[in-house]
């Protein structure tokens, strides 16, 4: 063969192998991707009357699969800490906590998320009565005598403290009785509120407000069992739309609510109080509401509720009091609501549309394994608008009190839409970060609800 033929093909060989290397051997394997590692953790705390918070142990977490199958449980450490680390992003899990109101007796709650965030830090706020420790608190009950414009009636009052009753002395002054006042041991007084309303010697609607903390008078327990404030406060009427529905509103400082009102669908104007000197930190919080009445009894369950929602929480008070709820009626299965299936698996998908979040809690008729006596038992489920509930595969270490085949009490189910988002991923954030209420969190700002009760 021609030399310069044999030199030519042996180059064109190379050139067209030269990804694999040319007279060399086959490539080397790429460098392996090391995982990605999360941090997911959860911090338990139960909250006295005050509002200090301590750690809550009495919890567990089962983080499961997509088949709701336990993969592994933790347990919460002395500081009420669950922490663990994942390669999945996005996990499945249940808590079960020891749960006890009031005079009941001990229980269980259980709280599901699915497809929650690893990066985001969850939190759970136990109710566990019998274990409050209030030995931090300064709790004091009083009456509260406030003095305030003149009225020629009072009508009614509000308050952020909580109060037996109340009675008008005289025109200028009104008596709350049994007000419950509580600080932080050897710690400043709260914000709190008091109003009063009626009519003015020309049948014209006013109110008066005031504010009490301990820059405002010593609110510490008396000879006399009576404090004293004076509500300086002027309400200004504000008009509402003509066709408003019912109405829950009030004013949020803090974490604190003051000046609750429930406004009925007659009424054409309310006193809101906008010129105090916290104003500049207050939200307003208006919710609107419709009951649909139309909704029969079914004789497969005792009662049958349907309403939906909407609340609106803004820095003026006529942007929340426009709020209005959707008057058409969420298409649930009625009268046999079976969004629920056999085998666990739900769908409310055309319940309410572009409704990216279901909530769906139902109370149990269960038994203490070990007394065979009734005990309290809820279980609340975080997921997309349709999949599987939690409760479809075995509660690992608490089947012999509840299965798929307890007993419900009750069932609750709301779906949830955010103006701010379609993204599911952005309402599971929420819920697991959230037990209360956050205002500062645009997410619940503008939220429409639709609900449905069924009581077995």
Excluded at 145 to 160: D, I, K, L, M, P
Excluded at 256 to 266: G, V
Aim: hydrophobic share 35%.
């Amino acid at each position: 063969m021609n030399k310069y033929l044999t030199t030519s093909l042996l180059s064109s060989v190379c050139v067209s192998v030269l990804l694999q290397g040319c007279g060399g051997s086959s490539s080397s394997p790429s460098t392996p991707t090391e995982p990605v590692e999360y941090t997911f953790s959860l911090n338990a705390q139960l909250t006295n009357d005050c509002g200090v918070s301590t750690a809550f142990t009495e919890v567990e977490l089962l983080l499961q699969d997509d088949t709701w199958q336990t993969l592994n449980s933790y347990t919460a450490d002395e500081n009420g800490l669950i922490s663990f680390v994942t390669e999945s992003e996005f996990i499945n899990y249940t808590l079960i906590a020891k749960d006890q109101q009031d005079s009941e007796v001990e229980g269980l709650n259980i709280v599901s998320f699915y497809q929650a965030s690893s990066e985001t830090p969850a939190y759970y706020q136990a109710q566990f009565d019998e274990d409050i420790n209030n030995s931090t608190c300064d709790c004091i009950t009083q009456d509260l005598e406030v003095e305030h414009r003149s009225f020629a009636a009072q009508s009614s009052v509000t308050s952020s403290l909580t109060f037996d009753d109340w009675e008008a002395t005289n025109t200028t002054t009104t008596l709350f009785k049994g007000v419950e006042l509580c600080r932080i041991m050897d710690g400043s007084w709260p914000l709190h509120s008091v109003s009063v309303t009626g009519i003015d010697s020309n049948g014209k609607a006013i109110a008066s407000a005031g504010f009490i903390d301990g820059n405002t008078g010593d609110f510490s327990a008396n000879d006399d069992e009576l404090w004293q404030t004076y509500a300086s406060e002027v309400a200004d009427e504000v008009e509402l739309n003509d066709s408003h529905q019912e109405l829950s509103t009030n004013q949020v400082i803090g974490d604190i609510k003051h000046f609750s009102a429930l406004i009925a669908e007659d009424v054409d104007s309310i006193l809101v109080f906008d010129t105090h000197s916290y104003i500049s930190e207050a939200f307003y919080q208006a919710q609107a509401s419709v009951t649909f009445d139309d909704v029969s009894y079914s004789s497969l369950f005792g009662s049958v509720a349907i309403n939906t929602y909407h609340q609106v929480i803004s820095t003026d008070a006529q942007e929340s009091l426009a709020v209005e709820a959707s008057e058409q009626q969420p298409d649930f299965n009625y009268p046999i609501f079976d969004e629920i299936n056999a085998d666990g698996s739900y769908d409310y998908s055309a319940a309410a549309s572009d409704y990216p979040m279901a909530i769906i809690a139902f109370t149990f008729t269960a038994y203490d394994p070990d007394t065979r006596l009734l005990m309290p038992a809820k279980w609340t489920f975080y997921g997309p608008e349709s999949g599987t509930l939690a409760f479809s595969a075995p509660l690992t270490g608490y089947e012999d009190i509840i299965d798929f085949d307890t007993d419900i009490k009750t069932t609750k189910v709301e779906l949830i839409n955010s103006d701010i988002s379609n993204d599911y991923d952005d309402y599971i954030k929420y819920y697991q970060g959230n037990n209360v209420l956050d205002i500062t969190d645009v997410f619940v700002r503008d939220i429409e609800k639709s609900e449905l009760i069924l009581e077995f």
